[in-house]
């Protein structure tokens, strides 16, 4: 299994749809992150999380909102979705003072039409 | 983010050839960290550089950090085809508490 899974995979969503995005690792590890991919722009980071009772806004939360339900889960929802949202969105983790660097997931392709 | 400035956007390169992707950023660099990604795939983890004149290596990749110049560059030698995806870095400016990302660096190695 891997360290961090993201469902689903793939989704296509209608305008106005609520969606949510599930991430959840195996790693133990305490912080987790939100981010989204859109083509030239690099990774922008949405929310993250140091721990459960920790959540933060990120560069663009607009629109999104999240939930910490335990260590290991840390969802992503769009409220309403809309076609600017359409981008690969990654959850990773790391450990305090990332020595590591982050472990991310496979990314979710989310598509707003 | 602009404070943390990739170059070149995109390369293509024959099978064989040496190349050479910088990350630059405008803040003081705690750490710095080099991703490969493979198209729609996700991010794995290359290498971390920390201390100025620091390099490292992963296989034909070695990264480099200058911090004089607060800016790292990634070289690969004798491209192969499996080279080929994007390269992100990623800067640390807080000591450990989270990472900013570059735009990215697209390579594609002609066999």
């Known amino acids: 299994d891997a360290d961090v899974t993201q469902t689903p995979r793939n989704r296509i969503t209608k305008t106005g749809k609520r969606i949510m995005l599930e991430c959840s690792q195996t790693?133990?590890?305490?912080?987790m992150y939100w981010y989204r991919q859109d083509p030239g722009l690099g990774l922008r980071l949405i929310y993250y999380?140091?721990?459960?009772?920790?959540?933060n806004k990120g560069e663009i939360s607009d629109g999104y909102s999240v939930s910490r339900q335990a260590q290991a889960k840390f969802s992503l929802s769009l409220e309403s979705a809309i076609p600017n949202q359409t981008a690969l969105y990654f959850c990773?983790?790391?450990?305090?003072?990332?020595?590591?660097?982050?472990?991310f997931g496979s990314g979710t392709r989310l598509t707003i039409v | 983010s602009q404070e943390l400035e990739q170059s070149p956007q995109s390369l293509i390169v024959q099978e064989g050839k040496n190349l050479t992707i910088n990350c630059t950023s405008s803040?003081?660099?705690?750490?710095l960290y080099w991703y490969k990604q493979k198209y729609g795939e996700g991010l794995i983890f290359l290498m971390m550089?920390?201390?100025?004149?620091e390099e490292k290596s992963h296989e034909k990749i070695t990264a480099k950090l200058d911090e004089k110049k607060q800016q790292s560059s990634l070289h690969i030698t004798a491209s192969q085809p499996s080279h080929a995806g994007i390269y992100l870095c990623?800067?640390?400016?807080?000591?450990?508490?989270?990472?900013?990302f570059g735009g990215g660096t697209r390579l594609m190695v002609k066999p």
């Open positions: 990773a983790t790391s450990d305090f003072g990332i020595n590591y660097g982050y472990t």
């Open positions: 790693k133990g590890h305490d912080r």
């Open positions: 999380s140091f721990d459960v009772k920790d959540i």
């Open positions: 803040k003081t660099l705690y750490g």
């Open positions: 550089l920390q201390k100025g004149g």
């Open positions: 990623g800067a640390d400016w807080n000591a450990g508490n989270m990472l900013t």
